[in-house]
């Protein structure tokens, strides 16, 4: 049974910026309890490689178009 009068609820009724506030507020919070990873240089390093190496196997796909936006940010 779908209705066109769907509202939004949760994090999908705030605005972008309000998400963006709530996001950055848990995960300076998470930095300050220690609970959050840190990465090493070598770490990084590693995930970087990876990253490319994907980015390299997806032809001109809304995949690759995605991971392309990200990298912008």
């Known amino acids: 049974m779908a209705t066109n009068n769907i509202k ?6 705030l605005s972008k ?16 309890l220690k609970r959050a990873h ?6 990084a390093r590693k995930a970087g490689q990876r990253g490319g190496r994907v980015l390299k196997g ?4 809304k995949a690759r ?4 936006q990200v990298r912008e940010i």
Do not use: V
């Open 17 to 32: 910026e309000k998400r963006s506030l709530i996001a950055s507020s848990g995960g300076k919070r998470a930095h300050q």
């Open 8 to 13: 939004k609820r949760g994090f999908g009724s």
């Open 65 to 68: 178009q995605k991971l392309e």
């Open 58 to 61: 997806i032809k001109n796909t």
């Open 38 to 43: 840190q990465w090493t240089k070598e770490e």
